[in-house]
């Protein structure tokens, strides 16, 4: 008898769709080795890009597997307030990821309070930023961190890069690193970009020239990387974003549509 093959959603393609607004890093790092880590809290001006609804083209490899798809992104920013809606498909399996975060806009940029996701075939997690009680928490296990300013979750982080570029353009100059404490599913720990080059990024509306911003491997990535491009001259938002994975396997998001709301 013919075994029959089940086909699972590419984990190369979650694990991009979670971080930067198309999704976060996947994966439960160890809680402990996160709370040991540095935890920045560092006040920098920032400037939101305007509100919008952006769309992105999805290609990723997994164990040779070809896989295409799209996420559309809705993000809003005014009146001292955020909100960032994400779904991401993929054609052979419908919708794999959906996120969202929203939260308030204070002297450190955006202030997430809620951030949720729902995967693939998964049950929703939430992480809560309590402000009043300056404490961190998630609807799976009992872990906690404290607030001490400028936390982000996987799905804010990429915008309150593009808001702090956006404000301070100068200082996003190759070589110039930028940390931040970013929250997952069920545990947070740091997070560190470095500014690469600028590079030429081809969208669906032209050839735009971005800032290329590098996340390196964290400690039990096994050699994971993400790339982000932010550019100028369209308000900083992302036009493209990159997961490698140490096998080979990788996810490119890129930008195909951004109209302005």
């Keep these: 008898m013919q075994k029959t093959r089940t086909v699972r959603p590419p ?5 991009l ?17 996160a ?23 999805i290609a990723a490899r997994q164990h040779g597997l070809t896989i295409n798809g799209t996420a559309a992104v809705q993000w809003r920013a ?14 052979i399996f419908g919708k794999i990821l959906e996120t ?33 009680a300056k404490t961190i928490s998630f609807s799976v296990g009992d872990e906690t961190y404290p607030i001490k300013g400028g936390e982000q979750d996987r799905a804010s982080i990429q915008w ?15 070589g110039s690193e930028w940390s931040y404490f970013v929250a997952g599913r069920r545990d947070a720990e740091q997070w560190s970009f470095k500014v690469a080059n600028v590079e030429p990024v081809q969208t669906g509306g032209g050839e735009v020239s971005a800032v290329h911003l590098v996340r390196g491997p964290l400690a039990d990535d096994k050699g994971s990387q993400v790339d982000l491009w ?32």
């Design 11 to 15: 984990r190369a393609a979650v694990l």
């Design 17 to 33: 769709a979670l971080i930067l607004g198309a999704g976060a890093m996947a994966g439960a790092h160890a809680a402990s080795d």
């Design 35 to 57: 709370a040991a880590g540095p935890h920045p809290s560092v006040k920098r001006a920032h400037s939101e890009p305007p509100s919008a609804d952006l769309s992105y083209n």
């Design 78 to 91: 005014g009146d001292g307030k955020y909100s960032l809606a994400v779904e991401s498909r993929a054609a």
């Design 100 to 132: 969202r975060s929203e939260g308030l806009i204070d002297d450190y940029g955006l202030a997430p309070v809620a951030f949720y996701e729902k995967r693939f075939r998964k049950e929703a997690n939430t992480t809560s930023f309590k402000r009043d």
């Design 160 to 174: 309150q890069i593009a808001a702090q570029a956006r404000a301070t353009p100068d200082k996003f100059k190759p």
């Design 230 to 261: 932010l550019a100028p001259s369209m308000d900083w938002y992302p036009v493209r974003v990159v997961f490698k994975d140490a096998d080979g396997d990788f996810v490119d998001q890129t930008l195909d549509k951004v109209v302005k709301k």
